[in-house]
């Protein structure tokens, strides 16, 4: 059963930075595209990046270009989001998922962990 685990949130001024962790575990991951998700209080969740693990193909949510990274980690099943230039609207729980070769689907969630960006 796949588990993903993510810490790291928190709170953070404007112009801030933060980096999320997700430790993946419960299989083998080596063509699995693992991603970071956020919600929003009264929104829906929406995508913001994601990593093919054995490639590395990266992409963003515009929103987000330029200013976040998703990284593979150097410890095994392990993804960062590295986030910049945090602005209030970053605002969310921030939540990874993984999705399997040929999938559509992200189809295992973490707990997700609250990011918190003040004005």
């Known amino acids: 059963q796949v588990q993903l685990v993510e810490s790291g949130g928190g709170s953070v001024q404007a112009g801030g930075s933060l980096s999320l962790s997700c430790a993946a575990s419960g299989r083998t991951f080596t063509y699995y595209t693992m991603g970071w998700f956020r919600q929003a209080p009264g929104k829906e969740r929406e995508f913001v990046a994601h990593i093919v693990w054995n490639s ?5 949510a515009s929103s987000v270009k330029g200013r976040f990274t998703i990284l593979r980690g150097n410890v095994k099943n392990t ?16 939540y990874c998922a993984v999705r399997a070769p040929g999938a559509l689907d992200f189809s295992s969630w973490g707990q997700g962990t609250q990011v918190t960006v003040s004005s």
């Open 79 to 94: 993804v960062y989001l590295q986030m910049n230039s945090l602005k209030p609207e970053d605002t969310a729980v921030y």
């Open 56 to 60: 590395g193909t990266t992409s963003y």
